[in-house]
C-alpha cells in the first residue's frame, strides 16, 4: 500500500515552536519513525512538508492514482481551508486527518475543521503517536 503523509505550515518549525505544546521533536524525527514504522507495517510511504496552500492542494491532486491512503496534519489550514477540504474531496483517496495536539482542547478557533467531514476520521492529541495510529489505521483501510 502506497501512503502520502502530508504536513502543512509551520511543521518544519517542530522541536524550535512552542515545545510545550508540540513537544522538542523535530519533523526529521517525526519523518524517520514514519519510516521505520512503515517499513514494519509494509507500507511505502512518503512524506512532505509544504508551507503553501496551493502547494498541498497540487500535492493532494498528483496524488491521484498513485498513492491509496493520504495522511494530512494541514495545520492552520486545517481551520480555515476550504480549498483543501475540496482537494481532499475530489481526489477520493481515503484520508486521514491528524494533529499532534488535541485541537478540542485548545481555543476555539481550532475546533473546527474544515477538512474533517471528507476525512475517514481523526487523529489528535498523541504528539508523534497521532502519526503512528494513522499509519496503522491506514494499514487496515
Ligand atoms: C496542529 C494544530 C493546529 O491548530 C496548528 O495550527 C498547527 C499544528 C497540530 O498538529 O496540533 O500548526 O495541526
New binding site residues.
Partial sequence: KKVLVIN????NMLGIREKAV?GSETLLDIAKEVTTVSQELRLETDFVQSNHEGEIIDKLHAARGVYDVVII????Y??YSIAIRDAIKAIEIPTIEI???N?HS?EEF?HTSMIAPVCVGQI?GFGKMSYILALHAAVNL
Fill in positions: 502543512g505550515p509551520n511543521l508540540y496534519n494541514a495545520g492552520a486545517t481551520h494533529h499532534l495536539s485541537i485548545r481550532r489528535c
